[in-house]
């Protein structure tokens, strides 16, 4: 069953050097504040596992933490490219990074069967696509009752799986509402699961919709960390800044101000610091 603990305790008992870690999170809910201390506590050589890498990673891959990295896109959104990633892939600065692209499809149905313990996923895609030229993971597979060529790739089942989510409950059930993605797909494929949370509260309220609770005994260690997927926004919550996204593209083109900006924000920061960010208050959070 799910543990309730505090961010640094729950990423010392979940993240160990390297093992692959998948940050999931589509356009909103994006495990910022976990992140960040995976970089404090020195984790290294991580395979990152990640459909569409933004900011998040483009800071683990240049403090060095990362060996490599499965994606279906890498960028960041609305602005231009990551210049960190770029970086380590053109330059092998900090540290040469062996990247594996697929097509977000691919990705989508190789979480889904790790969360189903299948050994592989296969699905209708990468028709005259390169791809399979370049990956030697995308495979074909004949349908033994149609004849049918499919595509198949490896099942995604990260070591750890992070994501945020708005609130738990007490007992370590999750809520997440919004724009979903495969945040239960990817806590369900891992061994070992983080959640950080804006609220712990005695009852999840009626869910929304469009939304999904992730059981306690699905979930390793939840962490309450309010603010904590900024500067991506948290459906109910906050905005997205889209100012700093803006802002992260000078920040991260120059190496020495990458270095500075990590330095005063990260390595010296705490997970508490995510705290003014989150609009939201209730009466019955932790």
């Known amino acids: 069953m799910a543990r309730i603990l505090p961010l640094a305790e729950a990423v010392a008992e979940n993240v160990r050097d390297g093992d692959t870690v998948a940050m999931e999170g589509f356009t909103h809910l994006i495990p910022y504040a976990a992140g960040h201390e995976v970089i404090r506590q ?34 960041n959104p609305g602005v231009g490219s990551l210049h960190r990633f770029r970086d380590a892939v053109e330059n092998q600065w900090p540290r040469p990074l062996e990247i594996e692209e697929h097509s977000h499809a691919a990705m989508a149905n190789a979480y889904e069967a790790g969360a189903a313990n299948l050994p592989f996923a296969m699905l209708r895609g990468y028709i005259g696509a390169d791809l399979p030229k370049v990956n030697p993971n995308i495979r074909s597979i004949t349908c033994p009752f149609t004849g049918e060529v499919l595509a198949a790739v490896p099942a995604i089942r990260p070591d750890v799986a992070i994501i945020h ?95 500075a900006w990590i330095k005063e924000n990260v390595l010296d920061g705490n997970p508490e610091d995510f705290a003014r960010h989150a609009a939201k208050k209730s009466s019955k959070a932790a």
Request: aromatic share 10%; charged share 20%.
């Open 165 to 259: 989510a708005q609130r738990a409950d007490r007992s370590g059930n999750v809520l997440i509402e919004g724009i979903v993605g495969v945040q239960k797909e990817a806590v369900l494929a891992a061994r070992r699961s983080i959640v950080t949370v804006e609220e712990i509260v005695d009852e999840l309220s009626p869910p929304s919709p469009n939304s999904v609770v992730l059981p306690g005994w699905a979930v390793s260690a939840v962490a309450h960390v309010p603010g904590g997927a900024f500067p991506s926004y948290a459906h109910g919550y906050y905005p997205r800044n889209n100012a700093f996204y803006i802002r992260w593209d000078e920040i991260a083109r120059d190496r020495e101000s990458f270095t």
């Open 42 to 75: 020195g984790r290294k050589d991580l395979f990152l596992i990640r459909m569409t890498p933004d900011i998040l990673y483009d800071q683990l891959i240049g403090v060095g933490a990362a060996r490599g990295m499965k994606f279906s896109w890498g960028g």
